[in-house]
Nanobody, 112 residues
Framework: QVQLKESGGGLVQAGGSLRLSCAAS????????MGWYRRLSGKTQRELVA??????TTNISDSVKGRFTVSRNNAEVYLQMNSLKPEDTAVYYC???????WGQGTQVTVSS
């Protein structure tokens, strides 16, 4: 099994930046893709933010393209979030293709 641990959320003003980190442990050799999903306030579904494969191929949501960057270092994945907007306020969840359950996530709040 693979365990994921997120960190780096917080409160920031609109236009500011935050960097999220996630470290995978356990059977990390099984991982191909890692990334981030988020659940916006008032929503029940999580939506893809960005993910990156072992080969470096990225898949980034149009809503954050040009503002957010996803990167990896082996079993760690990062999300650099710049030019944050209030509508980015959400709980952000780390993802990998072999996860069996979601973690607690990390809250990102962007004030206007």
């Amino acid at each position: 099994q693979v365990q994921l641990k997120e960190s780096g959320g917080g409160l920031v003003q609109a236009g500011g930046s935050l960097r999220l980190s996630c470290a995978a442990s356990g059977s990390t050799w099984r991982i191909d893709s890692m990334g981030w999903y988020r659940r916006l306030s008032g929503k029940t579904q999580r939506e893809l933010v960005a993910r990156i494969s072992n080969s470096g191929t990225t898949n980034i949501s149009d809503s954050v393209k040009g503002r957010f960057t996803v990167s990896r270092n082996n079993a760690e994945v990062y999300l650099q979030m710049n030019s944050l907007k209030p509508e980015d306020t959400a709980v952000y969840y780390c993802y990998c293709n072999v996860m069996t359950s979601w973690g607690q996530g990390t809250q990102v709040t962007v004030s206007s």
